[in-house]
């Protein structure tokens, strides 16, 4: 286990004595990102503050760089880890650059006065994160996605060697999104800082992170990597997902489907269809589509949103069987939407132009 710097084995954390979660193993290596997934009150919290020691364990053990956590003195936990949590802080009369200095109190002692060097820390943290123009702002009048960076740039001020942080992109718009979740990579690959976080943007989740945990209620359900993770439906089955879907392959969430008989057909392929698959649905009309094949962009939301789909195996002519599906449907529907240029598909496209020109005829296009 000495090759991770941090792990827990068979740690077991609740309230009240009533254990939540049990027997649950994480490891992290230098450099890695962890992320902890799971529903809202799985206990990914709970988790983490079991890890930075805001509650204690029910039983097992947490051990961060070859030391267990609960034999370490604050002061020696706060130069390895720090941690940002999405819990509101109000300190009174402190401007930003002022909360982010008493990230160095492991270092001069809450009393202690920073030196020279200790404010270049400051500034450089501040740098990182983009917040130099809030130095003389009073923290309490910043806003959420503000305070939130102000946070990060106070615990990277600390130094650490791994850093906790429990939904650090709730409060951010996506450009701050993308730009702190940029910078914790930064981070972990040039300084090799660790990181334990939970997350609730899956797309995110499984661009970032080397390792994944399901937290599952009274579970850690799955450990592994984001290949491992976002699998075979999993996702839905973890989040209990009875409404719409979500494809683990693009992060895409689409609304149920209109359920029905077909009044439209959707001719449609190659990434033009979902735009309109997505309109009918907020205007609550089935439809159905075709002929896909089955790679083709549009395939995943057009098996999310439509009644049919008429498709075929990859880079196949449509077979007659398929052709006369999807004529049978353009029967029944009101009309026949085409989002495709079916001139300029070549051979291939053959299927789509008789199908076009059938819905032409029949006066549905
Ligand atoms: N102080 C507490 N005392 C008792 N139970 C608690 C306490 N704090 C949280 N819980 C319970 O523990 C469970 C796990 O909560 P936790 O906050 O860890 O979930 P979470 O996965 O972080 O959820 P979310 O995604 O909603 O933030 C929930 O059922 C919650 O109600």
Aim: aromatic share 8%.
């Amino acid at each position: 286990m000495e090759e991770f710097y941090f792990y827990t084995k068979g740690l077991t954390v609740g309230y009240h004595g009533v254990p939540l979660i049990k027997d649950i193993e994480l490891s992290v290596k230098k450099g890695e990102i962890l992320t902890l997934i799971g529903p809202n009150g799985a206990g990914k919290t709970t988790i983490l503050k079991n890890i930075i020691r805001q509650l204690k364990p029910l039983g097992g053990v947490a051990v961060l760089d070859g030391s267990n956590m609960e034999e370490l003195s604050g002061r020696e936990l706060s130069k390895k880890l720090s941690v940002v949590l999405t819990e509101r802080v109000r300190p009174e009369m402190m401007n930003c650059r002022d909360v982010v200095s008493t990230g160095r109190y492991p270092y001069t002692g809450k009393f202690g006065v920073l030196s020279e060097e200790e404010w270049k820390i400051v500034d450089e943290s501040m740098r990182l994160v983009h917040i130099e123009e809030l130095a003389e702002r009073d923290f309490t009048k910043t806003s959420d996605g503000q305070k939130q960076r102000v946070m990060l740039a106070r615990a990277l001020c600390q130094q650490p060697d791994i850093i906790v942080l429990d939904e650090p992109t709730s409060f951010l718009d996506i450009r701050y999104k993308l730009e702190f979740l940029s910078i914790i990579q930064n981070m972990s690959r040039t300084r090799k800082l660790s990181v334990i976080m939970s997350l609730h943007e899956l797309d995110l989740a499984g661009r970032i992170s080397d390792k994944i945990a399901c937290v599952r209620g009274d579970r850690v359900d799955r450990f592994g990597t984001p290949e491992e993770i976002f699998t075979e439906g999993y996702i839905p089955k973890l989040y209990q997902m009875t409404t719409g879907s979500y494809d683990e392959l693009t992060g895409d969430l689409e609304l149920p489907a209109v359920q029905g008989e077909p009044r439209v057909f959707v001719l449609t392929g190659n990434g033009t269809g979902t735009g309109v698959f997505r309109r009918l649905q907020r205007e609550g009309i089935p439809f159905a589509a075709g002929i896909l094949w089955e790679n083709d962009l549009d395939y995943p939301s057009a098996k999310a949103l439509a009644v049919e789909v008429v498709s075929e195996k990859v880079f196949t002519q449509f077979s007659e069987a398929q052709l006369a599906r999807a004529k049978q449907l353009i029967d029944n529907c009101e009309r026949v939407i085409c989002t495709l240029d079916t001139e300029n598909l070549g051979s291939l496209g053959e299927g789509l132009r008789e199908l076009k020109e059938y819905a032409l005829k029949l006066g549905k296009l």
